[in-house]
């Protein structure tokens, strides 16, 4: 960029005077920084009711989904017993009786100071075979007991074991089985898998020192006891899964007698899905209504003027606003949402009555249950239609606001450059009219020079 020389020959202020006409030429392109500046407020703000729109539709499509409303409690009479309940449960109630614990099967083997060798002085294979009869050979890479638990955790076999310290310088290996319960049991021999078949292999535990200090047995429990009806159920854990449908049941201990497993609607649940489903339209609803509002502002002149929320004369985020409202507010099966305690507010948004809620649970609870799951639903799809990555209507609205902001950093980026031209221009032609008239000036005092110097003439 030039620069230029204040006023030397004019004795103007030439910067201030390229300055001032450069403030008027750049008129345009502060215009579109004001609309850059607009824009992006606009997208910020868009943005923030769109994470909103998208909290609401996780919400609404959880609650809309199948049995999302049907949330039961489970309680026993004893607390040897809890109980589980999921939403494909109903309610009722069943008597169990605990009569046995599962457990894992775990064995120890006489104690040794090393592993043992073959027939050839490698160290001896081992073999685990499961309760199926399937074989795990097991290849120590020496006779270090360290070697052989590696070797036999490494191999993923029906038990996991480690080295316990028997004294003297002795240790056991303990082995507990991988899998609860009857499932997991194991047998553990000194041998290869093919001596195993042939019968030929050591069992381990038939060592008078060694010892099967737990054996494998699934948890059993009765139902019905005492009656024709009894019927024992086992697991190979100690929970029972599905006792009834929909709810587990874990023991901590056998019960002296039968305990009651009562399952009952979660009111209280159900209630608190729907206060949050009203939370978060009012949450919605409360942006768009705080960004559209008008507010009365005072001038410089001490003048009362309206000015209007960045949303005032957006259609588009009205639609949305709209479209929520209908989901939230409109009948269902010809009932007003006011009867499950949903109440429209003359501010344009919800009011939520747990009471009212819980007393249409306790009259009607599968009714109240669906007309729940459709209002959310209704709200779920009109949060997806504004929020969808591709043809959301808010996601378009911020789409064509971030193309306008990319279509204004242009023009202005080509305004710099004009402006930058246009500053260059001004200067050289204030520099070269200096110049002219520096030069003018010099004439002017060799010219006045020359007549000081003219001979006088004499009178006549």
Same mark, same amino acid.
């Given at each position: 960029m030039g620069s230029s020389i204040d006023g030397l020959a004019s004795g103007l202020n030439t910067t201030s005077i390229i300055d001032s006409l450069m403030a008027v030429e750049a008129q345009p392109r502060t215009q579109l920084q004001t609309k850059l500046a607009a824009d992006q407020t606009m997208i910020s703000t868009l943005q923030s009711l769109n994470s909103k729109l998208s909290s609401l539709k996780d919400l609404a499509s959880g609650d809309s989904a199948v049995n999302a409303m049907n949330l039961f409690t489970?309680?026993?009479?004893?607390?040897?017993?809890?109980?589980?309940?999921?939403?494909?449960?109903?309610?009722?109630s069943i008597d169990v009786t605990v009569t %046995?614990?599962?457990q894992s099967q775990v064995d120890v083997t006489a104690a040794m100071s090393s592993w043992p060798t073959d027939g050839t002085g490698a160290p001896a294979h081992l073999t685990l075979v499961d309760s199926t009869g399937k074989q795990t050979e097991v290849i120590p890479a020496s006779t270090s007991l360290d070697d052989v638990v590696t070797a036999i955790n490494a191999a993923s076999g029906p038990a996991r074991a480690v080295k316990v310290p028997a004294g003297n310088g002795t240790y056991r290996l303990q082995l507990t089985a991988s899998t609860s319960g009857a499932a997991g049991a194991f047998r553990v021999y000194q041998g290869t898998a093919a001596q195993v078949s042939a019968g030929t292999a050591t069992d381990l535990m038939a060592d008078p020192a060694a010892a099967v200090v737990k054996t494998a047995q699934d948890a059993k429990a009765t139902l019905y006891a005492g009656t024709p009806a009894a019927q024992t159920i086992t697991s190979g854990t100690n929970t029972f899964t599905d006792l009834l449908p929909g709810v587990s049941v874990t023991a901590s201990a056998v019960t002296s007698g039968p305990v009651t497993v009562n399952?009952?609607?979660?009111?209280?649940?159900i209630?608190?899905?729907?206060?949050?489903?009203v939370n978060a339209v009012n949450d919605v609803l409360g942006f768009v209504s705080i960004y559209s509002a008008v507010t009365q502002t005072t001038t410089a002149s001490g003048a009362t003027a309206a000015k209007g929320g960045i949303f005032v004369g957006n259609s588009g985020v009205r639609a949305v606003n709209d479209q929520v409202f209908s989901a939230m507010s409109m009948p269902v099966n010809g009932?007003?949402?006011?009867e499950y305690g949903i109440n429209v507010t003359r501010d344009g948004n919800f009011t939520f009555d747990a009471a009212k809620l819980q007393s249409a649970l306790a009259s009607d609870p599968s009714g109240t249950q669906a007309a729940l799951q459709t209002i959310a639903s209704r709200v779920s799809d009109a949060a997806t239609s504004a929020t969808d990555p591709f043809s959301g209507s808010v996601t378009a609205l911020i789409k064509g606001q971030q193309s306008e902001v990319a279509d204004l950093g242009s023009q202005i980026s080509d305004w710099d450059q004009r402006l930058a031209?246009?500053?260059?221009?001004? %200067?050289?032609?204030?520099?070269?009219?200096?110049?002219?008239?520096? %030069?003018?000036?010099? %004439?002017?005092?060799?010219?006045?020079?020359?007549?000081a110097g003219?001979?006088?003439?004499?009178?006549?």
């Open positions: 489970a309680t026993t009479s004893s607390t040897s017993l809890s109980a589980t309940a999921s939403t494909s449960a109903s309610a009722g %046995q614990l599962a399952v009952a609607s979660d009111s209280a649940g209630t608190k899905k729907a206060g949050d489903l009932k007003s949402p006011a031209t246009r500053r260059q221009t001004l %200067q050289s032609t204030f520099n070269a009219m200096e110049t002219a008239l520096g %030069q003018l000036n010099a %004439q002017q005092t060799w010219l006045t020079g020359q007549i003219l001979p006088k003439s004499s009178g006549a």
